[in-house]
């Protein structure tokens, strides 16, 4: 959202910071007094023309769920925990977006990326498909056989998670 | 003397693309003494799945835990990422009852139970606090000293200091000198501790490759002769990629990115050949010739 737009009543979720703090990692985010440091010693921002941790924290705050679930920024921390060491009021600013982030998960919003990754661990173990060439090169390099995950049973633990739908894209999408 | 056995978590990107680090891990970790015993029915740490599901990354990171738990024995890695999930979940799920008590009842269904009786490292925290100092200077037969390099000690070796807590976030020691063991100087440059910008690629490559120039730019400007790096993405990010930020950016640097065991290694006389060197994008030839490897 820019700097003009007004924030709308009507589009506020004011139960919306309550259920972010009773996630683990969220606990913090009413201490956030909004001095910016998180902003100012992220080396994203520093890059970035959108991505402003501070802004985010003040939206989950104000209760934008919407904007904040739906914002592409929100995928672009690189979980670095700068913020998070830094935080005046320890606020885990680093943990709260990975909330926000799974929040907006269970609306089925997930960048390729991560959903790549989330099948590949769940049909071989291993975030990357690892090619053949890979694993007989490993031989040749004098590198014991790469173990192999254990499917079944990383299936079984992961039984009533329920993230499988949204790696899957059979979530409500954006 | 005390035995250094530890079950060996690769994690994910090791052994899919940065062979050279392991190579030269397992090599130089054997000189040493360290004895690596397999990790068996593997899974990725979890960390990948944080962004999408904090539980489901607890449980793959609690089920790993659990297996090691099993065989009796600690787990080393190599990927900062590796050990900064395996640690921070282990000291989490042991000081909260409730969490563990979830997190059991799913990995119950796959026959596990998180006990929190073991302990995760990665493999700088295995040199510098088992193997130790004095052991490492021992085993160089090489010193380097003709090579000024500068460290890269990626994230999550350091971040959050409340899990990882082993250096100094803000002025990170362990790495120097482990590099200074060598013979090498270790030079400082401007914003040592900032991120490689890996885990943004993908969402936006174009931050991801500024992030890596800016670690670059301030690397050349101190006139070191290698980076040396502990972290498979954050050597993927300054070695695969320097030659692509060389020509986004109209930048040209030369700068040799090293696996640490690589530059360990070189020290303790084992032969370039055996350190997976073929395996690195930028040119390593003057490099190797400094150190007297031609």
Known sequence: ?174 | MTTNKYLMFLGCAIPYRVAAFEVSARKVLHKLGVELVEMPEFNCCGLPLDPVSHEAMLILAARNLALAEQKGLPIITLCPGCAGTLKKVNQTLKEDRALREEVNRHLKEAGLEFKGTTDAKHMMQVLIEDVGLEKVKDMVVKPLTMLKVAEHNGCHILRPKEYIGFDDPEDPKTLKTLIEATGATCLDYLDETECCGAPSVGVSDKVALQLARDKLNHVKTVNARALITICPFCHIMYDTNELRIEKMFNETYGIPILHYPQLLGLAMGIKPEELGFSELKVNVSDLMRQVGEV
């Open chain 1, 1 to 174: 959202m820019t700097r003009n737009e007004s924030i709308k009543t009507s589009e506020i979720d004011s139960r919306f910071k309550y259920e972010i703090s009773k996630m683990h990692g969220g606990e913090k985010l009413l201490r956030c007094f909004q001095c910016g440091t998180c902003t100012s010693d992220c080396p994203v921002a520093k890059f970035s023309d959108t991505y402003r941790p501070r802004q985010i924290i003040r939206m989950a705050q104000f209760g934008m769920k919407d904007n904040v679930l739906k914002s592409d920024t929100l995928w672009l921390c690189a979980s670095c925990f700068t913020c998070t060491d830094r935080c005046p009021q320890d606020v885990e600013v680093a943990s709260v977006i990975r909330v926000l982030r799974n929040l907006a998960a269970e609306q089925g919003i997930v960048p390729q990326v991560f959903k790549d990754q989330c099948t590949s661990i769940m049909e071989s173990g291993y975030a990357y498909k690892i090619p053949e060439t890979r694993l007989k090169k490993r031989e040749s390099q004098g590198l014991p056989p790469l173990p192999k995950g254990n499917v079944e049973s990383i299936c079984k633990s992961l039984k009533g998670v329920g993230f499988v739908d949204h790696v899957e894209g059979r979530g409500k999408q954006k």
